[in-house]
């Protein structure tokens, strides 16, 4: 510690050398932290989902569907607490650019399934008492000024009504709290009943089945006889859990993990080379007062490590600096509009302290051991 | 006349000096090299893209769909809307007299990606008879076009290569029928290229379905595409948005293409600011470095301005150098790699496409990189120009 206002000096000995060669490393742990953070942020929102629910849909795609039958068997298999159903009805309010996400569904079974949402016993009492009412998201519901008595005209491209309308009447029953989930959950619910007696067609399909379990170290066994009950059927099922489904359609978006961690590597090869190529320098030109310093008796290893420290210092701190302002580039709220709980991952901070640390390592030790091997005489000459 | 002389000189100099500092002067380049690879590469996504989008189309052609439908699976069209469409006026018609369109179905398809194994949904498109009439562009490459009412398809060139067991004689299942793969196509770089064709009715006879998604209809000629549409909007009967083809799939992949543009330029704008500080770095080295000479320059009669163009120029090579590294290794790694989402079809089935280094995004590349080398060599250039001369030279 007593060598901290040497390793002080040397590091600001060419100020504004050191400021700029600071300024890239905090950018480019800015990237690091803001990349990274994403890619992990997205990798601890599929394994935190919830274990106790399973979704079923049809094995051939999920946009085949799947018979609005099937309900009263799976809920027959030992384990299961719920059972409820999503068929995409989209629509839109108003004009097409207004999507909704609507879906029919059973209302009852859906909150016990999505446990953790928010919702008030009278608004699902009144919803399973009025056949054309409709749950909403808080969210959709202040977006739109919708309050709870109004009637929502939503209409649709693919759903014709009996009537031969594209546009289905929904009185608003109630509305609900999905910000335990984040943007992702569906914020439009209708009655699948409803649903079914008032379209032209395809009124008895079901594209999830939503399944409640009381054991989740039973999910895998419950998934397999629930896809074992229609085996060879005309409608064979896949069982997945939540967080299974959310990284089958995470790895749908493609390469982007791929795309992440080039760009990553990029930042980082540019940004070691500058960064030892700075300690290089620096040593270069202080050789005289490093063979000074070894004059007056300071040992070859001291030597090597009041530079390899300095390096140190300097990655680390800029690092830090970098680090901190991307997290709080991500803590402020626009992330969470979108993914819910999203906070800047640990595991990212650590990561970014490892590679400070190793780019100060790499950097700073071929110019350190120079000055380890330095000899006094030949570099008080200058030679 | 003596300023363009004393510039000349100088930085001639400079130039013959330049290998002298290639420790600190490699920095420079690297550091560029690595902003403008990144920039290129993330822009050349979207443009890969947006041609693979904009080939699907012609002017010539019209897509029609259900009234507010954001996309192909998101439409459908019933039988007798699908005829009034085809039978409107500015369809252009065969030597027989039958329009020239094709009522399609669109299914999704499970299918496992070759490189990680990652399920995807593959688009299945049930097209009509006068499929060839409507898009020339389709060529069969091995194998032989389906027959209608037999469960067979034909593949694309890019579903060929992405996905597992497309190879002709394999064998796919779909919800009420299993098909056979007779054939391989290409269609001129588009995004139909993705997925796999067949016939529309023995398609939607499997599933026991009666609805299409869209229809697409051959023109007269591009001008008669409004009177196409008002036709179609004007028909009480129909409830349908009709679009032309090119704006049709623009249009489906603006808000990824868009994204991806967004990140290109954020992420490149920060390395850039990174980039700046290394080369203001390497250029204030570069000119301590040269103290001595610059100092000495100045005593014998050269000017502030010589100073200051000659450090510029230095930064100015070093950044081209840098740049055209940098845009040489996006084409290299990049142009012509294929790169496939589910995002930008927006539900209409995986997407499969080339990321495209074009002159426009090398061009743009460039110019960063001389931006960069620009701002990071003013501020030493200044410096090298205000040296008090004296102080400099005593400095030997």
């Known amino acids: ?383 | 006349m003596n300023l363009v002389r004393q510039i000349a000189a100088v930085t001639t100099m400079n130039f013959k000096s330049l290998p002298h500092r290639v420790g600190t002067s490699i920095v420079i380049v690297i550091g560029i090299a690595g902003v403008v690879a990144v920039l290129v590469s993330v822009l050349a996504m979207s443009t890969g893209m947006i041609e693979t989008m904009e080939h699907s189309g012609r002017d010539d052609r019209a897509i029609v769909l259900r009234n507010g439908s954001a996309s192909e699976t998101g439409s459908a069209l019933g039988r007798d809307a699908a005829r009034l469409v085809e039978d409107a006026p500015g369809v252009k018609r065969d030597a027989s007299g039958k329009p020239i369109a094709s009522a399609e179905a669109l299914r999704l398809v499970n299918l496992f990606r070759k490189d990680d194994s990652a399920e995807v949904s593959v688009s299945l498109r049930g097209v009509g008879p006068q499929l060839l009439a409507l898009r020339p562009e389709i060529k069969i490459t091995a194998g032989r076009m389906f027959n209608p009412a037999v469960t067979e398809l034909i593949v694309g060139k890019n579903a060929l290569a992405n996905f597992k067991g497309l190879n002709v004689g394999d064998k796919i299942k779909t919800r009420g029928a299993t098909w056979t793969v007779v054939g391989v196509f290409t269609s001129g770089g588009d995004s139909h290229e993705s997925g796999l064709m067949t016939d529309a009715e023995t398609l939607i006879a499997a599933e026991n379905r009666s609805s299409f998604q869209s229809v697409t209809v051959l023109l007269d000629s591009p001008a008669a595409f409004q009177k196409f549409k008002d036709a179609l909007t004007s028909n009480p009967a129909l409830a349908v948005d009709v679009s032309r083809e090119r704006e049709f799939y623009q249009q489906q992949s603006e808000v990824i293409s868009k994204v991806i543009y967004v990140i290109a330029y954020v992420v490149g704008g920060i390395m850039a600011v990174g980039a700046i500080f290394s080369a203001l770095n390497t250029m204030y080295s570069a000119v301590s470095a040269r103290l001595r000479e610059i100092a000495t320059l100045r005593a014998i009669g050269f000017g502030a301005t010589a100073m200051v163009m000659s450090v510029l120029a230095e930064a100015l090579l070093l950044a081209l150098i840098g740049g055209s590294i940098g845009a040489a290794l996006a084409w290299l790694f990049f142009n012509g790699h294929q790169v496939g989402t589910s995002i930008g079809g927006q539900a209409s089935g995986h997407l499969i496409f080339e990321l495209s280094v074009s002159p426009v995004l090398i061009a743009t590349g460039i110019i960063w990189a001389c931006t960069i080398g620009l701002i990071g060599g003013l501020f030493p250039a200044v410096r090298a120009a205000r040296l008090p001369v004296a102080t400099a030279l005593r400095a030997i």
């Open chain 1, 1 to 383: 510690m007593k060598y901290f206002g040497l390793i002080w000096a040397g590091l600001w000995r060419k100020r504004a050398r050191t400021i700029f060669t600071m300024a890239s490393i905090v950018v480019a742990f800015l990237l690091f932290g803001l990349l990274q953070g994403l890619n992990q942020g997205f990798n601890t929102v599929v394994t935190n989902l919830n274990v106790d629910r399973l979704y079923v849909s049809a094995k051939t795609n999920m946009t085949d569907g799947l018979p609005i039958s099937y309900s009263a068997r799976i809920k027959a298999v030992p384990g299961v607490k719920a059972v409820s159903h999503w068929t995409y009805f989209g629509g839109y309010f108003r004009d097409a650019k207004n999507a909704i996400p609507a879906f029919a569904t059973d209302a009852q079974p859906l909150f016990q399934v999505y446990h953790e949402m928010k919702i008030k016993p009278e608004y699902l009492e009144a919803m399973q008492r009025t056949r054309t009412g409709a749950l909403v998201g808080e969210a959709l519901a202040k977006k739109y000024g919708w309050k709870v008595g109004d009637r929502v005209p939503i209409g649709t491209s693919i759903w014709t009504t009996k009537q031969g309308s594209s546009t289905w009447m929904f009185d608003i029953v109630g509305t609900f709290d999905t910000s335990s989930y984040g943007g992702g959950f569906p914020s439009f619910y209708l009655n699948q009943e409803y649903f079914k007696e008032n379209s032209a067609f395809g009124g008895d399909i079901v594209h999830y089945y939503l399944v409640g379990i009381k054991d989740p170290h039973q999910a895998t066994q419950i998934s397999k006889q629930i896809d074992a009950l229609f085996a060879n059927s005309t409608y064979e099922t896949r069982t997945q859990t939540e967080s299974a489904l959310a990284q089958m359609q995470l790895k749908q978006l493609g390469d982007i993990n791929f795309i992440v961690n080039a760009i990553v590597g990029a930042v980082l090869f540019t940004l070691l080379f500058l960064t030892a190529n700075t300690m290089m320098q620096s040593v270069r030109e202080r050789t005289p007062e490093l063979a000074v310093l070894k004059t007056l008796g300071f040992s070859d290893g001291k030597v090597l490590t009041l530079v390899l420290i300095e390096a140190l210092a300097l990655c680390v701190l800029a690092a830090a600096v970098g680090l901190a302002l991307a997290t709080f580039a991500f803590n402020s709220g626009a992330m969470r509009a979108i993914f819910g709980d999203f906070r800047m991952p640990l595991i990212v901070m650590t990561m970014g302290a490892g590679t400070a640390l190793l780019l100060a390592l790499v950097s700073g030790l071929p110019p350190a051991w120079r000055a380890r091997q330095l000899n006094i005489v030949d570099a008080l000459a200058g030679r």
